[in-house]
Protein backbone atom coordinates (compact mmCIF):
# COMPACT_ATOMS: atom_id res chain seq x y z
CA UNK A 1 0.00 0.00 0.00
CA UNK A 2 1.08 3.58 -0.61
CA UNK A 3 2.80 5.37 2.46
CA UNK A 4 0.09 8.16 1.70
CA UNK A 5 -2.75 5.41 2.31
CA UNK A 6 -0.92 3.79 5.24
CA UNK A 7 -0.80 6.87 7.08
CA UNK A 8 -4.66 7.82 6.47
CA UNK A 9 -5.49 4.69 7.54
CA UNK A 10 -3.55 4.91 10.87
CA UNK A 11 -5.25 8.20 11.33
CA UNK A 12 -8.46 6.65 11.01
CA UNK A 13 -7.90 3.65 13.13
CA UNK A 14 -7.75 5.80 16.02
CA UNK A 15 -10.43 7.79 16.10
CA UNK A 16 -14.02 6.78 16.28
CA UNK A 17 -16.65 5.44 14.59
CA UNK A 18 -13.78 3.75 12.13
CA UNK A 19 -11.89 2.13 15.58
CA UNK A 20 -15.40 0.06 15.38
CA UNK A 21 -14.59 -1.10 11.54
CA UNK A 22 -12.82 -4.31 11.21
CA UNK A 23 -9.11 -4.03 9.67
CA UNK A 24 -10.26 -5.36 6.44
CA UNK A 25 -12.34 -3.02 6.24
CA UNK A 26 -10.21 -0.18 7.39
CA UNK A 27 -7.61 -1.16 5.23
CA UNK A 28 -9.52 -0.71 1.93
CA UNK A 29 -11.54 3.21 3.25
CA UNK A 30 -7.98 4.97 2.24
CA UNK A 31 -8.57 4.16 -1.57
CA UNK A 32 -12.51 5.34 -1.43
CA UNK A 33 -11.23 9.13 0.38
CA UNK A 34 -10.41 12.10 -1.73
CA UNK A 35 -8.18 14.78 -0.30
CA UNK A 36 -9.74 18.32 -0.21
CA UNK A 37 -8.31 21.67 0.89
CA UNK A 38 -10.08 24.68 1.94
CA UNK A 39 -8.57 28.43 2.05
CA UNK A 40 -9.28 30.07 5.35
CA UNK A 41 -12.89 32.07 5.34
CA UNK A 42 -13.80 29.68 2.03
CA UNK A 43 -17.50 28.38 2.23
CA UNK A 44 -17.70 24.92 2.93
CA UNK A 45 -18.76 22.29 2.18
CA UNK A 46 -17.69 23.38 -1.69
CA UNK A 47 -19.97 24.61 -4.02
CA UNK A 48 -18.30 22.44 -6.90
CA UNK A 49 -19.05 19.10 -4.95
CA UNK A 50 -20.66 16.68 -7.30
CA UNK A 51 -22.38 14.52 -4.70
CA UNK A 52 -22.95 14.89 -0.94
CA UNK A 53 -20.20 13.10 0.94
CA UNK A 54 -19.55 13.27 4.45
CA UNK A 55 -15.89 14.64 5.64
CA UNK A 56 -13.42 14.07 7.74
CA UNK A 57 -11.58 16.95 9.34
CA UNK A 58 -7.68 15.97 9.16
CA UNK A 59 -6.47 19.53 9.62
CA UNK A 60 -7.81 23.05 10.64
CA UNK A 61 -11.19 24.19 12.03
CA UNK A 62 -14.36 24.33 10.36
CA UNK A 63 -17.24 26.63 12.70
CA UNK A 64 -21.21 26.06 12.19
CA UNK A 65 -23.51 28.78 12.00
CA UNK A 66 -27.38 28.93 11.95
CA UNK A 67 -29.18 31.58 10.06
CA UNK A 68 -29.14 34.10 12.79
CA UNK A 69 -25.60 33.99 12.55
CA UNK A 70 -25.14 32.38 15.90
CA UNK A 71 -22.64 29.86 16.67
CA UNK A 72 -24.03 26.49 17.23
CA UNK A 73 -20.97 23.91 16.25
CA UNK A 74 -17.18 24.04 15.67
CA UNK A 75 -15.34 20.85 13.98
CA UNK A 76 -11.20 20.34 14.79
CA UNK A 77 -9.26 17.75 13.96
CA UNK A 78 -10.97 14.09 13.65
CA UNK A 79 -14.38 15.60 13.67
CA UNK A 80 -17.15 14.49 11.53
CA UNK A 81 -19.25 16.59 8.85
CA UNK A 82 -22.13 13.99 7.90
CA UNK A 83 -25.09 16.60 7.33
CA UNK A 84 -25.13 16.66 3.13
CA UNK A 85 -25.40 12.70 4.36
CA UNK A 86 -28.18 13.08 6.70
CA UNK A 87 -29.77 16.02 4.19
CA UNK A 88 -29.49 18.46 7.21
CA UNK A 89 -26.89 21.03 5.97
CA UNK A 90 -28.93 23.96 4.98
CA UNK A 91 -30.09 24.40 8.46
CA UNK A 92 -26.49 25.54 8.99
CA UNK A 93 -23.85 27.87 7.10
CA UNK A 94 -20.44 26.50 7.54
CA UNK A 95 -17.43 27.81 6.93
CA UNK A 96 -13.59 27.06 7.18
CA UNK A 97 -11.63 29.09 10.11
CA UNK A 98 -8.25 28.01 9.83
CA UNK A 99 -6.94 26.19 6.33
CA UNK A 100 -8.38 23.21 6.76
CA UNK A 101 -7.52 19.77 5.25
CA UNK A 102 -10.12 17.32 4.76
CA UNK A 103 -11.24 13.34 3.71
CA UNK A 104 -14.24 13.26 1.92
CA UNK A 105 -15.96 10.11 1.95
CA UNK A 106 -19.37 9.29 -0.74
CA UNK A 107 -22.36 9.62 1.05
CA UNK A 108 -23.35 6.12 -0.64
CA UNK A 109 -20.00 4.30 0.28
CA UNK A 110 -20.88 5.22 3.85
CA UNK A 111 -24.17 3.90 3.99
CA UNK A 112 -22.81 0.76 2.62
CA UNK A 113 -20.16 1.07 5.52
CA UNK A 114 -23.00 1.51 8.14
CA UNK A 115 -25.22 -1.49 6.61
CA UNK A 116 -22.14 -3.89 7.49
CA UNK A 117 -21.38 -2.70 10.93
CA UNK A 118 -23.83 -2.05 13.35
CA UNK A 119 -21.18 -0.96 15.51
CA UNK A 120 -19.99 1.60 13.16
CA UNK A 121 -23.39 2.66 12.28
CA UNK A 122 -23.82 3.11 16.30
CA UNK A 123 -22.18 6.46 15.80
CA UNK A 124 -24.36 7.86 12.78
CA UNK A 125 -27.65 7.65 14.57
CA UNK A 126 -26.52 9.52 17.40
CA UNK A 127 -26.23 13.27 18.25
CA UNK A 128 -23.25 14.30 20.36
CA UNK A 129 -25.56 14.69 23.56
CA UNK A 130 -26.91 11.26 23.37
CA UNK A 131 -23.83 9.68 22.93
CA UNK A 132 -22.13 11.58 26.02
CA UNK A 133 -25.12 10.63 27.80
CA UNK A 134 -24.43 6.95 26.76
CA UNK A 135 -21.16 7.21 27.23
CA UNK A 136 -21.84 8.85 30.96
CA UNK A 137 -24.33 5.56 31.49
CA UNK A 138 -21.89 2.81 30.92
CA UNK A 139 -18.88 4.93 32.95
CA UNK A 140 -21.73 4.82 35.99
CA UNK A 141 -22.78 1.11 35.47
CA UNK A 142 -18.48 0.22 35.47
CA UNK A 143 -18.06 -1.17 37.25
CA UNK A 144 -21.11 -2.31 38.68
CA UNK A 145 -22.06 -1.87 42.20
CA UNK A 146 -24.75 -4.70 42.68
CA UNK A 147 -27.59 -3.91 45.41
CA UNK A 148 -25.50 -0.89 46.70
CA UNK A 149 -26.60 2.38 47.54
CA UNK A 150 -25.11 3.77 44.07
CA UNK A 151 -27.99 2.15 42.22
CA UNK A 152 -30.74 1.30 44.93
CA UNK A 153 -33.78 3.79 44.42
CA UNK A 154 -35.39 4.53 48.01
CA UNK A 155 -38.92 3.10 46.82
CA UNK A 156 -37.22 -0.17 47.45
CA UNK A 157 -36.41 0.23 50.65
CA UNK A 158 -39.91 0.92 51.76
CA UNK A 159 -41.27 -2.02 52.59
CA UNK A 160 -44.58 -1.12 54.74
CA UNK A 161 -47.16 2.05 54.76
CA UNK A 162 -46.25 5.09 57.00
CA UNK A 163 -47.24 4.66 60.53
CA UNK A 164 -48.99 7.93 61.34
CA UNK A 165 -51.21 9.41 63.93
CA UNK A 166 -52.80 13.33 64.19
CA UNK A 167 -51.31 16.37 65.84
CA UNK A 168 -54.35 16.04 68.95
CA UNK A 169 -53.09 12.91 69.25
CA UNK A 170 -51.57 12.53 73.22
CA UNK A 171 -48.03 11.96 73.63
CA UNK A 172 -48.30 8.79 75.54
CA UNK A 173 -50.78 7.26 72.79
CA UNK A 174 -48.50 8.09 70.46
CA UNK A 175 -45.45 5.70 72.13
CA UNK A 176 -47.95 3.16 72.61
CA UNK A 177 -48.47 3.63 68.20
CA UNK A 178 -44.43 3.58 67.78
CA UNK A 179 -44.69 0.41 70.60
CA UNK A 180 -47.08 -1.24 68.54
CA UNK A 181 -45.47 -1.28 65.45
CA UNK A 182 -41.78 -1.58 66.50
CA UNK A 183 -41.09 1.70 65.15
CA UNK A 184 -38.45 4.86 65.97
CA UNK A 185 -40.48 7.53 64.30
CA UNK A 186 -44.12 8.77 64.03
CA UNK A 187 -45.37 10.32 61.04
CA UNK A 188 -48.01 13.04 62.21
CA UNK A 189 -50.75 13.85 59.13
CA UNK A 190 -53.33 16.37 59.11
CA UNK A 191 -55.30 14.58 56.85
CA UNK A 192 -53.25 13.92 53.56
CA UNK A 193 -50.88 16.79 54.83
CA UNK A 194 -47.56 15.89 56.59
CA UNK A 195 -47.72 17.83 59.44
CA UNK A 196 -44.57 17.22 61.75
CA UNK A 197 -42.54 14.19 62.98
CA UNK A 198 -41.62 12.32 66.21
CA UNK A 199 -38.72 10.25 67.48
CA UNK A 200 -37.72 8.03 70.29
CA UNK A 201 -35.35 11.05 70.88
CA UNK A 202 -37.79 13.37 71.06
CA UNK A 203 -39.61 11.50 73.73
CA UNK A 204 -36.64 11.33 75.79
CA UNK A 205 -35.51 14.97 75.31
CA UNK A 206 -38.73 16.80 74.80
CA UNK A 207 -40.85 15.11 77.22
CA UNK A 208 -39.51 13.11 79.46
CA UNK A 209 -36.44 15.02 80.42
CA UNK A 210 -38.02 18.37 80.24
CA UNK A 211 -40.97 17.08 83.06
CA UNK A 212 -43.72 17.35 79.74
CA UNK A 213 -47.04 15.80 80.84
CA UNK A 214 -47.41 12.68 78.59
CA UNK A 215 -50.98 13.55 78.20
CA UNK A 216 -50.31 16.58 76.17
CA UNK A 217 -50.94 16.37 72.91
CA UNK A 218 -48.14 15.29 70.51
CA UNK A 219 -48.12 18.65 67.90
CA UNK A 220 -46.33 19.68 71.42
CA UNK A 221 -42.72 17.81 70.62
CA UNK A 222 -43.37 17.24 66.88
CA UNK A 223 -40.26 18.44 64.67
CA UNK A 224 -42.31 20.88 62.37
CA UNK A 225 -40.00 21.71 59.40
CA UNK A 226 -39.11 18.62 58.27
CA UNK A 227 -36.37 17.82 54.64
CA UNK A 228 -38.10 15.35 52.35
CA UNK A 229 -36.48 13.38 49.43
CA UNK A 230 -38.81 11.34 46.39
CA UNK A 231 -38.97 7.83 46.51
CA UNK A 232 -36.28 7.84 43.71
CA UNK A 233 -33.71 9.58 45.17
CA UNK A 234 -30.40 7.22 45.25
CA UNK A 235 -30.28 5.67 48.76
CA UNK A 236 -26.25 7.15 48.77
CA UNK A 237 -28.15 10.98 48.30
CA UNK A 238 -30.30 9.39 50.81
CA UNK A 239 -27.63 8.76 53.15
CA UNK A 240 -25.64 12.32 52.28
CA UNK A 241 -28.80 13.97 52.71
CA UNK A 242 -29.12 12.60 56.69
CA UNK A 243 -25.07 13.10 57.63
CA UNK A 244 -25.93 16.70 56.30
CA UNK A 245 -28.46 17.44 58.06
CA UNK A 246 -27.40 15.15 61.34
CA UNK A 247 -30.46 13.82 61.31
CA UNK A 248 -31.83 9.79 61.01
CA UNK A 249 -35.20 9.70 60.06
CA UNK A 250 -36.40 11.04 55.66
CA UNK A 251 -40.17 10.88 55.10
CA UNK A 252 -40.41 10.17 51.16
CA UNK A 253 -43.11 12.10 49.62
CA UNK A 254 -44.34 11.61 45.70
CA UNK A 255 -46.55 14.52 44.28
CA UNK A 256 -47.40 15.60 47.53
CA UNK A 257 -48.19 12.38 49.07
CA UNK A 258 -46.41 10.49 51.85
CA UNK A 259 -45.16 7.27 50.78
CA UNK A 260 -43.20 6.51 53.77
CA UNK A 261 -39.87 6.64 55.72
CA UNK A 262 -36.57 5.85 55.52
CA UNK A 263 -34.37 5.21 57.99
CA UNK A 264 -30.05 5.49 58.64
CA UNK A 265 -30.68 1.53 59.69
CA UNK A 266 -32.87 0.68 56.27
CA UNK A 267 -28.96 2.52 54.93
CA UNK A 268 -26.60 0.51 56.92
CA UNK A 269 -28.07 -2.44 55.24
CA UNK A 270 -25.73 -1.75 52.53
CA UNK A 271 -22.17 -2.16 52.38
CA UNK A 272 -20.92 0.38 49.89
CA UNK A 273 -21.08 3.48 51.60
CA UNK A 274 -20.33 2.44 55.46
CA UNK A 275 -17.36 4.70 54.75
CA UNK A 276 -19.32 7.77 54.63
CA UNK A 277 -20.31 7.34 58.58
CA UNK A 278 -16.98 8.71 59.35
CA UNK A 279 -19.46 11.61 59.76
CA UNK A 280 -20.84 10.03 63.50
CA UNK A 281 -17.64 9.32 64.31
CA UNK A 282 -16.93 13.57 63.55
CA UNK A 283 -19.72 14.55 65.47
CA UNK A 284 -18.24 12.21 68.32
CA UNK A 285 -14.59 13.32 68.01
CA UNK A 286 -13.14 15.54 71.26
CA UNK A 287 -9.48 16.33 70.03
CA UNK A 288 -7.60 17.54 66.67
CA UNK A 289 -5.93 14.28 67.08
CA UNK A 290 -9.16 12.27 66.62
CA UNK A 291 -9.73 14.74 63.37
CA UNK A 292 -6.56 14.30 62.03
CA UNK A 293 -6.50 10.29 61.88
CA UNK A 294 -10.51 10.59 60.68
CA UNK A 295 -9.08 13.14 57.81
CA UNK A 296 -6.65 10.49 56.94
CA UNK A 297 -9.08 8.32 56.00
CA UNK A 298 -10.88 10.63 52.96
CA UNK A 299 -8.29 9.30 50.46
CA UNK A 300 -9.29 5.91 51.06
CA UNK A 301 -13.42 6.92 50.79
CA UNK A 302 -12.78 8.54 47.37
CA UNK A 303 -11.13 4.79 46.32
CA UNK A 304 -13.78 2.92 47.92
CA UNK A 305 -16.83 5.12 46.61
CA UNK A 306 -14.82 5.02 43.11
CA UNK A 307 -14.73 1.38 43.23
CA UNK A 308 -18.62 0.96 44.68
CA UNK A 309 -19.26 2.92 40.76
CA UNK A 310 -19.89 6.26 42.15
CA UNK A 311 -19.52 9.07 40.10
CA UNK A 312 -18.39 12.35 40.62
CA UNK A 313 -21.37 13.93 41.56
CA UNK A 314 -21.48 11.49 44.70
CA UNK A 315 -17.69 11.70 45.38
CA UNK A 316 -17.94 15.23 45.69
CA UNK A 317 -20.89 15.22 47.88
CA UNK A 318 -19.59 12.80 50.21
CA UNK A 319 -16.18 14.58 50.14
CA UNK A 320 -17.99 18.21 51.26
CA UNK A 321 -20.03 16.54 53.71
CA UNK A 322 -17.41 15.00 55.27
CA UNK A 323 -15.28 18.81 54.84
CA UNK A 324 -18.61 20.20 56.65
CA UNK A 325 -18.73 17.98 59.13
CA UNK A 326 -14.99 18.60 60.34
CA UNK A 327 -15.02 22.32 59.70
CA UNK A 328 -18.30 22.51 62.04
CA UNK A 329 -16.33 20.36 64.96
CA UNK A 330 -13.28 22.43 64.50
CA UNK A 331 -15.18 25.68 65.50
CA UNK A 332 -16.94 23.68 67.88
CA UNK A 333 -13.57 22.87 69.75
CA UNK A 334 -12.02 26.11 69.12
CA UNK A 335 -15.57 27.98 70.63
CA UNK A 336 -14.84 25.57 73.71
CA UNK A 337 -11.23 26.40 73.95
CA UNK A 338 -11.41 30.38 73.34
CA UNK A 339 -15.19 30.91 75.06
CA UNK A 340 -18.07 32.06 73.51
CA UNK A 341 -18.16 34.33 70.73
CA UNK A 342 -18.09 38.53 71.07
CA UNK A 343 -20.30 39.57 68.29
CA UNK A 344 -22.21 36.64 66.26
CA UNK A 345 -20.24 35.25 63.25
CA UNK A 346 -20.53 33.48 60.10
CA UNK A 347 -17.95 30.59 58.84
CA UNK A 348 -18.31 31.22 55.11
CA UNK A 349 -17.08 28.75 52.84
CA UNK A 350 -15.84 28.92 49.13
CA UNK A 351 -14.69 27.26 46.55
CA UNK A 352 -14.62 23.23 44.96
CA UNK A 353 -15.98 22.98 49.13
CA UNK A 354 -18.65 25.58 48.53
CA UNK A 355 -20.05 23.85 45.41
CA UNK A 356 -19.76 20.22 47.46
CA UNK A 357 -17.13 19.06 44.52
CA UNK A 358 -14.01 18.26 46.73
CA UNK A 359 -12.26 15.23 45.98
CA UNK A 360 -9.66 14.21 48.74
CA UNK A 361 -7.14 16.40 46.64
CA UNK A 362 -8.80 19.92 47.57
CA UNK A 363 -7.05 22.62 49.35
CA UNK A 364 -9.15 25.22 51.61
CA UNK A 365 -11.28 28.24 50.79
CA UNK A 366 -12.90 29.97 53.61
CA UNK A 367 -13.99 33.50 55.50
CA UNK A 368 -15.50 34.97 58.24
CA UNK A 369 -18.24 37.20 58.20
CA UNK A 370 -18.51 39.13 61.51
CA UNK A 371 -21.94 41.32 62.86
CA UNK A 372 -21.51 45.11 62.07
CA UNK A 373 -20.83 45.78 65.80
CA UNK A 374 -17.47 43.66 66.00
CA UNK A 375 -14.66 46.08 66.37
CA UNK A 376 -10.94 46.28 66.57
CA UNK A 377 -11.53 44.65 70.40
CA UNK A 378 -12.74 41.23 69.24
CA UNK A 379 -10.12 40.72 66.28
CA UNK A 380 -8.10 38.58 68.67
CA UNK A 381 -10.67 36.06 69.36
CA UNK A 382 -11.33 35.58 65.91
CA UNK A 383 -7.93 35.83 64.58
CA UNK A 384 -7.82 32.84 67.47
CA UNK A 385 -10.91 31.05 66.08
CA UNK A 386 -9.89 31.46 62.21
CA UNK A 387 -6.27 30.12 62.56
CA UNK A 388 -7.49 26.97 64.98
CA UNK A 389 -9.84 25.91 62.38
CA UNK A 390 -7.19 26.64 59.14
CA UNK A 391 -4.49 24.80 61.26
CA UNK A 392 -6.95 21.87 61.80
CA UNK A 393 -8.52 22.12 58.34
CA UNK A 394 -4.41 21.55 56.92
CA UNK A 395 -3.62 19.19 59.82
CA UNK A 396 -6.81 16.84 58.27
CA UNK A 397 -5.58 17.10 54.81
CA UNK A 398 -7.00 20.15 53.30
CA UNK A 399 -4.30 22.04 53.22
CA UNK A 400 -3.69 26.00 53.12
CA UNK A 401 -4.77 27.80 50.22
CA UNK A 402 -2.18 28.67 47.86
CA UNK A 403 -3.34 32.37 47.33
CA UNK A 404 -3.76 32.46 51.20
CA UNK A 405 -7.97 32.70 50.63
CA UNK A 406 -8.42 31.90 54.19
CA UNK A 407 -10.17 33.45 57.05
CA UNK A 408 -6.71 33.80 59.41
CA UNK A 409 -6.53 36.40 56.45
CA UNK A 410 -7.25 39.38 58.07
CA UNK A 411 -8.72 40.83 54.73
CA UNK A 412 -10.94 38.19 54.56
CA UNK A 413 -12.45 37.85 58.26
CA UNK A 414 -14.64 41.62 58.19
CA UNK A 415 -17.81 43.20 59.40
CA UNK A 416 -20.98 42.80 56.94
CA UNK A 417 -20.07 46.16 56.09
CA UNK A 418 -16.94 45.51 54.50
CA UNK A 419 -18.31 42.47 52.59
CA UNK A 420 -20.65 44.36 51.16
CA UNK A 421 -18.35 47.16 49.66
CA UNK A 422 -16.15 44.53 48.79
CA UNK A 423 -18.41 42.63 46.09
CA UNK A 424 -19.62 46.44 45.23
CA UNK A 425 -16.02 47.30 44.26
CA UNK A 426 -15.29 43.79 42.43
CA UNK A 427 -18.84 44.11 40.48
CA UNK A 428 -18.17 48.03 39.26
CA UNK A 429 -14.71 47.54 38.57
CA UNK A 430 -14.23 44.28 37.63
CA UNK A 431 -10.25 44.36 37.26
CA UNK A 432 -8.13 41.19 36.80
CA UNK A 433 -7.87 40.52 40.40
CA UNK A 434 -11.55 40.67 40.60
CA UNK A 435 -11.96 38.40 38.36
CA UNK A 436 -9.83 35.98 40.12
CA UNK A 437 -11.36 36.30 43.26
CA UNK A 438 -14.79 35.55 41.67
CA UNK A 439 -13.90 32.06 41.48
CA UNK A 440 -14.15 31.67 44.99
CA UNK A 441 -16.07 34.30 46.33
CA UNK A 442 -19.59 34.59 44.36
CA UNK A 443 -19.21 30.61 45.30
CA UNK A 444 -19.85 31.35 48.76
CA UNK A 445 -21.84 29.16 51.17
CA UNK A 446 -22.30 29.73 54.71
CA UNK A 447 -21.72 26.46 56.70
CA UNK A 448 -22.13 28.01 60.36
CA UNK A 449 -24.21 30.88 60.64
CA UNK A 450 -26.88 31.35 63.54
CA UNK A 451 -27.76 34.62 63.54
CA UNK A 452 -28.24 34.72 59.47
CA UNK A 453 -25.76 37.15 58.40
CA UNK A 454 -25.33 35.54 54.82
CA UNK A 455 -28.18 36.05 53.17
CA UNK A 456 -28.86 39.36 53.02
CA UNK A 457 -24.89 39.61 51.83
CA UNK A 458 -25.66 37.20 49.14
CA UNK A 459 -28.97 38.84 48.05
CA UNK A 460 -27.07 42.36 47.93
CA UNK A 461 -24.74 40.63 46.05
CA UNK A 462 -26.96 39.05 43.79
CA UNK A 463 -29.03 42.33 42.82
CA UNK A 464 -25.48 43.97 42.01
CA UNK A 465 -24.27 41.11 39.62
CA UNK A 466 -27.76 40.60 37.45
CA UNK A 467 -27.84 44.55 36.93
CA UNK A 468 -24.55 44.89 35.84
CA UNK A 469 -24.24 44.09 31.89
CA UNK A 470 -20.30 45.08 32.09
CA UNK A 471 -19.32 42.86 35.08
CA UNK A 472 -21.21 39.94 33.46
CA UNK A 473 -19.16 40.28 29.93
CA UNK A 474 -16.05 40.82 32.16
CA UNK A 475 -17.09 37.39 34.15
CA UNK A 476 -17.74 36.05 30.60
CA UNK A 477 -14.41 36.68 29.11
CA UNK A 478 -12.72 35.38 32.27
CA UNK A 479 -14.84 32.32 31.67
CA UNK A 480 -13.03 32.15 28.72
CA UNK A 481 -9.71 32.10 29.53
CA UNK A 482 -10.01 28.12 30.55
CA UNK A 483 -10.61 26.31 27.06
CA UNK A 484 -10.93 22.59 26.71
CA UNK A 485 -8.18 20.47 25.18
CA UNK A 486 -9.96 19.92 21.99
CA UNK A 487 -7.39 18.02 19.84
CA UNK A 488 -5.69 16.62 23.23
CA UNK A 489 -4.35 13.23 21.70
CA UNK A 490 -2.10 15.78 19.18
CA UNK A 491 1.36 16.43 20.96
CA UNK A 492 1.04 20.14 20.52
CA UNK A 493 -1.66 20.52 23.34
CA UNK A 494 0.24 17.72 25.79
CA UNK A 495 2.61 18.95 28.77
CA UNK A 496 6.02 18.02 27.09
CA UNK A 497 8.66 17.30 29.53
CA UNK A 498 8.93 17.60 33.38
CA UNK A 499 6.77 15.26 36.02
CA UNK A 500 3.52 15.67 33.97
CA UNK A 501 5.20 14.61 30.45
CA UNK A 502 2.23 13.54 27.72
CA UNK A 503 -0.43 14.38 29.73
CA UNK A 504 -3.08 17.10 29.89
CA UNK A 505 -4.74 18.83 33.17
CA UNK A 506 -8.15 17.56 33.09
CA UNK A 507 -9.48 19.80 36.20
CA UNK A 508 -8.52 23.21 34.42
CA UNK A 509 -8.79 22.17 31.16
CA UNK A 510 -12.08 20.06 31.65
CA UNK A 511 -13.58 20.52 34.63
CA UNK A 512 -13.28 24.37 35.45
CA UNK A 513 -14.14 25.64 32.13
CA UNK A 514 -17.79 24.29 32.97
CA UNK A 515 -17.57 25.56 36.54
CA UNK A 516 -17.05 28.83 35.01
CA UNK A 517 -19.75 28.48 32.55
CA UNK A 518 -22.01 28.01 35.16
CA UNK A 519 -20.97 30.73 37.56
CA UNK A 520 -21.69 33.40 34.85
CA UNK A 521 -25.09 31.91 34.04
CA UNK A 522 -26.01 31.88 37.69
CA UNK A 523 -24.67 35.12 38.60
CA UNK A 524 -27.03 36.81 35.45
CA UNK A 525 -29.78 35.49 36.51
CA UNK A 526 -29.02 36.10 40.45
CA UNK A 527 -29.47 33.06 41.62
CA UNK A 528 -28.58 31.34 44.76
CA UNK A 529 -27.36 28.15 43.99
CA UNK A 530 -23.33 27.14 44.16
CA UNK A 531 -24.23 23.82 43.00
CA UNK A 532 -22.46 23.55 39.32
CA UNK A 533 -25.42 21.04 37.90
CA UNK A 534 -27.90 22.71 39.95
CA UNK A 535 -26.83 26.14 38.77
CA UNK A 536 -26.97 24.90 35.26
CA UNK A 537 -30.20 23.55 35.87
CA UNK A 538 -31.85 26.59 37.54
CA UNK A 539 -30.77 28.66 34.39
CA UNK A 540 -32.40 26.52 32.28
CA UNK A 541 -35.72 26.62 34.61
CA UNK A 542 -35.20 30.54 34.52
CA UNK A 543 -34.72 30.64 30.62
CA UNK A 544 -30.56 31.83 31.13
CA UNK A 545 -29.92 29.08 29.35
CA UNK A 546 -31.34 26.68 27.19
CA UNK A 547 -32.70 23.05 28.23
CA UNK A 548 -30.69 21.36 26.22
CA UNK A 549 -27.64 23.25 26.44
CA UNK A 550 -27.86 22.65 30.74
CA UNK A 551 -28.49 18.84 30.28
CA UNK A 552 -25.21 18.36 27.87
CA UNK A 553 -23.00 20.53 30.27
CA UNK A 554 -24.26 18.40 33.41
CA UNK A 555 -23.74 15.19 31.39
CA UNK A 556 -19.97 16.71 30.19
CA UNK A 557 -19.45 17.49 33.70
CA UNK A 558 -20.00 14.84 35.29
CA UNK A 559 -18.41 12.40 32.44
CA UNK A 560 -15.08 14.31 32.70
CA UNK A 561 -15.06 15.02 36.91
CA UNK A 562 -16.00 11.26 36.73
CA UNK A 563 -12.75 10.34 34.88
CA UNK A 564 -10.76 12.81 37.09
CA UNK A 565 -12.13 10.68 40.24
CA UNK A 566 -11.60 7.61 38.55
CA UNK A 567 -7.56 9.23 37.28
CA UNK A 568 -7.10 10.26 40.82
CA UNK A 569 -8.59 6.81 43.00
CA UNK A 570 -6.23 4.81 40.64
CA UNK A 571 -3.12 7.00 41.68
CA UNK A 572 -4.32 6.82 45.88
CA UNK A 573 -4.97 2.79 45.31
CA UNK A 574 -1.09 2.79 43.91
CA UNK A 575 0.17 4.71 47.15
CA UNK A 576 0.95 7.61 45.17
CA UNK A 577 -0.06 11.27 45.22
CA UNK A 578 -3.36 12.10 43.75
CA UNK A 579 -3.01 15.01 40.70
CA UNK A 580 -5.07 15.82 38.00
CA UNK A 581 -2.80 15.23 34.74
CA UNK A 582 -4.58 12.87 32.81
CA UNK A 583 -2.51 11.07 30.03
CA UNK A 584 -4.70 9.83 27.09
CA UNK A 585 -2.90 6.61 27.40
CA UNK A 586 -4.92 5.90 30.21
CA UNK A 587 -8.14 5.73 27.97
CA UNK A 588 -9.66 3.29 25.57
CA UNK A 589 -10.29 5.10 22.47
CA UNK A 590 -14.14 5.07 23.29
CA UNK A 591 -13.31 7.06 25.97
CA UNK A 592 -11.50 9.46 24.50
CA UNK A 593 -13.85 9.76 21.65
CA UNK A 594 -16.48 10.86 24.40
CA UNK A 595 -14.10 12.90 26.04
CA UNK A 596 -13.79 14.63 22.86
CA UNK A 597 -17.63 15.17 22.16
CA UNK A 598 -17.21 16.65 26.13
CA UNK A 599 -14.65 18.81 24.98
CA UNK A 600 -16.60 20.11 21.64
CA UNK A 601 -19.87 20.78 23.50
CA UNK A 602 -17.86 22.93 26.27
CA UNK A 603 -16.25 24.57 23.49
CA UNK A 604 -19.43 25.79 21.24
CA UNK A 605 -21.23 27.18 24.77
CA UNK A 606 -18.02 29.04 25.30
CA UNK A 607 -18.33 30.55 21.86
CA UNK A 608 -21.83 31.13 22.45
CA UNK A 609 -21.25 32.41 25.69
CA UNK A 610 -18.54 35.23 24.25
CA UNK A 611 -20.53 36.34 21.70
CA UNK A 612 -23.85 37.02 23.74
CA UNK A 613 -22.14 39.04 26.47
CA UNK A 614 -19.04 40.19 24.23
CA UNK A 615 -20.68 44.18 23.70
CA UNK A 616 -21.86 44.21 27.32
CA UNK A 617 -17.60 44.96 27.89
CA UNK A 618 -18.16 48.45 26.43
CA UNK A 619 -21.70 49.47 26.59
Known amino acids: MDIELIEIQEFLAGRPPFDQLPEEALAQLPRRLQVRYFRRDSAFPPEDEDSPRLYILRRGAIE ?17 YDLRCRDDSDRYRATAVEDTLVYALPCGEL ?6 HAGFAEHFEQSISNRLRKALDVLRDTPPSGTGLMTVRVRSMINR ?16 IMSEHRVSS ?3 MEGEHLAGMITDRDLRSRCLAAGLSSERPVREIMTERLHSIEPDTLGFEALLTMTRLNVHHLPVIERGRVMGLVSSTDLTRFQSANAVYLVGDIHRAESLETLVEIGSRIPELQVHLVTAGATAHQVGQAISTITDAITRRLLELAEAELGAPPVPYCWMVGGSQARREQSSHS ?25 FVNDGLHACGFIYCPGDVMASNPKWRQPLRVWHDYFATWIVKPEPLALMLASVFFDLRPLHDPA ?22 YMAANALKYRPPLGFFRNIVLIHGGDHDHTFDIKHRGTVPIIDLARVYALSAGLTETNTRERLRAAAECGALSRDGAANLVDASEFIATLRMRHQAHQLRNGTK ?5 SPDELSPLERGHLKDAFLLI ?7 GQRHQAGRFT
Not at 111 to 116: K, P, S, V
Not at 363 to 384: I, K, R, S, T, V
Not at 466 to 472: K, V
Open 186 to 188: LLI
Open 161 to 176: APISTGPETSIREAAG
Open 578 to 582: ADNFL
Open 603 to 609: NTMQESL
Open 111 to 116: QALRER
Open 64 to 80: LRNDDDELIGKLAEGDL
Open 452 to 473: GLFEPLQQRMLERTRANRIFIA
Open 363 to 387: DQDNALLLADEAGPEHDAYFAALAR
